[in-house]
């Protein structure tokens, strides 16, 4: 399985290097586009959602609109000792954020940490999703855990471009799916 998933992840990546940045900018404000048409987000008060890096979908115009909305802004912060994370508020993106050792942004230490309760609307990242609402991550597992967690009531949600859905991903037991996929062409409610 972890073969198969390798191979999942190797071709989407292949995908998503082959968009051009012009395709990237106009696919992603599209979707997010259609994100913010959404009434779970209108209504949400409290919003988690990840600052972007390498290949992944975009998220810095989002983060800077869930802020001018006025939504509290919940980032996550890893520890790579027990493979876990936990929501921290960032209220200016370019002060409260320091990269870490794995090389992506997250909110600098101290901040103060939101009870996932207080969440409304949870948008994850991953490299590949199919219509059954399937995620497939980079294969460290932090999403997953954290998304087990019973406490979490909050739709879960992930933008995407066209080419990262496909026809089905590969799931084990500990897998955790999204219940809605935003791209530039679709609103996809599993």
Request: net charge negative; charged share 25%; proline share 6%.
């Amino acid at each position: 399985m972890a073969d198969s998933k390798s191979v999942q992840r190797r071709d989407v990546s292949r995908k998503l290097k082959a968009l051009s940045a012009a395709d990237r900018e106009a696919f992603s404000r599209r979707a997010l586009a259609r994100l913010l048409a959404e009434p779970m987000y209108a209504n949400a008060k409290a919003v988690a959602a990840y600052f972007s890096f390498g290949i992944e979908f975009p998220t810095p115009e989002l983060l800077a609109v869930i802020l001018k909305d006025g939504k509290q802004l919940g980032l996550p912060r890893i520890d790579p000792r027990d493979l876990s994370m936990t929501l921290h508020a960032v209220t200016e993106l370019q002060h409260d954020l320091e990269s870490n050792p794995l090389g992506f942004r997250e909110p600098r230490t101290g901040l103060p940490v939101i009870s996932v309760e207080h969440i409304d609307l949870l948008i994850v990242p991953g490299l590949g999703f199919d219509l059954q609402g399937n995620r497939l991550g980079r294969g460290a597992g932090y999403y997953d855990r954290f998304l087990a967690r019973p406490e979490i009531h909050a739709p879960v949600c992930a933008l995407a471009f066209e080419c990262q859905i496909v026809d089905a991903i590969l799931i084990d037991a500990y897998d955790i799916s999204v219940n809605c996929i935003l791209t530039e062409d679709r609103t996809i409610h599993v």
